[in-house]
């Protein structure tokens, strides 16, 4: 009896949206390329979702480049925070929302935008395992997904 067969696989479809993410788990297989094919699948749909939400991105991401500060410290993290002021964050916020419930999404996309913009990654990123092993690289799925075709 064959064993079954290991993979991970993330695959979406949705209008002019397409997304396939596939990693063949063998018996050489490494736990950091499963960990960054993960992290690949994670940075996707965590981007993917905020779009889906309806709150103007850009409008947010515009926030953070006013308010964000470079320079990836705990005392810079902490300054940055700190000068925020909570009357003026939502004001700038609610402008990223088209109807006032949206406001949470807006929030969460503030905080994981801005955490980054200063050098911290909220969550682990492919390019994070990549540093720690140069080795991995994540897995392109075979085949021909809008490049030009082989004569």
């Keep these: 009896m064959d064993a ?28 950091e390329e499963i960990a960054i094919t993960l ?18 991105t850009e409008v947010v991401e515009a926030y953070v480049m006013k308010v964000a500060k470079k320079g990836r410290s705990f005392a810079n993290l902490s300054a940055v925070f700190a000068s925020l002021k909570p009357g ?3 004001t700038a916020l609610m402008e990223a929302c088209p109807k006032p419930e949206l406001y949470p999404f807006a929030e969460s996309y503030f905080i994981k935008k801005l955490l980054e913009e200063i050098g911290f990654d909220p969550c682990l990123e492919p390019e994070t395992i990549g540093k720690v092993y140069p080795h991995v690289k994540v897995a392109k799925p075979r085949g021909n997904f809008g490049g030009k075709k082989k004569a």
């Design 39 to 56: 992290a690949s699948i994670d940075k996707t749909l965590v981007r993917k979702s905020y779009q889906y939400t309806g709150i103007k």
């Design 88 to 90: 003026e964050v939502k």
């Design 4 to 31: 079954p067969i290991e993979e991970v696989m993330f695959a979406a479809r949705h209008k002019d949206w397409l997304v396939v993410k596939k990693l063949l788990i063998e018996a050489n297989t490494l736990p």
